[in-house]
């Protein structure tokens, strides 16, 4: 897939937002008055900003609005219901700490569930799609929502959690990248079921319909080099993970927080490029650019 | 509404015949004419007389080769070359209908064509993304999704004459190639073709449930096989097996030379 840097936005900050807003409707931390300010504003400028980013790859924002009309089949009309609502009850949550010294628990419960849902319907957008089987597993919500959980205790300056839920979210990257390099071959399907000529023999393909690029090979047949994936997946692996632990390990300082924050930003920003730029799209088979 | 209907009344598509394609382009050619002359955003090009063209196409002609394994009384069976168009196959679970946040993408009830209703997309692409067979292209100059309408606006208009009521693509294919009907009558064309020549789904893995349906291609060139090299050698039996007497002499001598 075309990794686009939009997408790559959105997905990366508004995780990290949203996970931060679960932390602060559980009241983790307890903030109130300038402190909850500063932290809803994190929160939101992430989330929201992520949003913003998102609709910048459509084709038509202005029509955005229709997009909540289909929540009864569709995951991204749903992530629009989920995102709408978390924003808004975060928000009423928010104003409470803030303005009032109040701290509306239902509310803030009920705000960090719907957090979560955001993370998760985004999670389904991809994990839906059976044309690219490295995104099509239980383990792709899983890998999002463990990533957005221990990015927003990272911000939340929850420390005893982020140290659990740093290394966790680790391994399930790691397991979730040795599964997806099986998924392709492991998915059953192949030029020889895309083109139904598998009886006859070996299928190559031997001319692709036109002479330049079209809409689907920019889109959907991107192609990493093994080697350049490999180090990007050590370097994600690395400043998104392993680093901010130990940096979290060491005696606790804003400055070291402060870089923990930015290396994991960093790593999962990069893993989140992997994650669209190593995905293959099976209509590569057609073209001839996969190898099953 | 992107749910999908229970059931169609009827099943259109296309029955392409992979034995007869002969690669021509023809179909990709009237497609993009007669999409881009009527319903709906024209078909865009980007920088159509330059070095890096490209342009928005709802069918496409692919071409594969297919290399037969070799065995001993085949040591070198011959590739054959396939062509093989491509067009939406109005796939009975589409996925990229459901997948559609807007409503835009769709699936008719009466006759099962899936269509977008481009007043509505956003763009987001998400359907493309969906379909397994690169059905669907985004139009660049648009920023709306386009793909294969079963030429919804010829099969049913009447300004047309009945000849032309049927697929832009279909009706010009000169190899006859490309059939249109309803799957769902037994009796139809498209299904005694499907059911005589054993049409073939493309991904069925995928659980698409594809309406349209592929001709594979009859095993053409066969030259490694001796009893078909020829149809007359019967007749045609040499006389003198080895040569005898004078010749024989004649032979090894100029065998010597
Ligand atoms: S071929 Fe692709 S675009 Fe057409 S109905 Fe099937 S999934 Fe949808
Ligand atoms: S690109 Fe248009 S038709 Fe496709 S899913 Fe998005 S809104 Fe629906
Ligand atoms: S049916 Fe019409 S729109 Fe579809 S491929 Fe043929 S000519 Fe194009």
Redesign the pocket.
Known sequence: MHPAPSVIVFTTLSGLGFGLLFFLGLGMPAVTGLNAFIFFAIAYILAVGGLMASTFHLGHPERALKAFSQWRSSWLSREGWAAVSALLVMAAFGAGAVFLDARFSLLGFLGAALSLAVVFTTSMIYAQLKTIPRWNTHMTPVLFLSLSLAGGALLAGQITYALILLPLAGLVQVLWWMQGDKALSQSGTDIATATGLGEGGTVRAFEPPHTGTNYLLREFVHVVGRKHAAKLRVIAFTLGYALPVILLLLPFSHALAGVAVLSHITGIATSRWLFFAEAEHVVGLYYGKRVA | MTTLPKTTNKKLGLVIDLDTCVGCHACVISCKGWNTENYGAPLSDQDPYGAESTGTFLNRVHSYEVQPLATSTMPHPAAQLIHFPKS????ED????TVCPTGASYKREEDGI?LVNEADCIGCGLCAW????G??EMDAQEGVMK?CTLCVDRIYNENLPEIDREPACVRTCPAGARHFGDFADPESHVSRLTAERGGMELMPEQG?K?VNRYLPPRPKDRMDVPQLTDTLAPHLAPVADEPKGFMNWLDKALDRI
């Open positions: 939406c196959l109005h796939c589409a996925p990229c209908v899936v969906a379909c397994p067979y059905a669907r793909k698409t594809p």
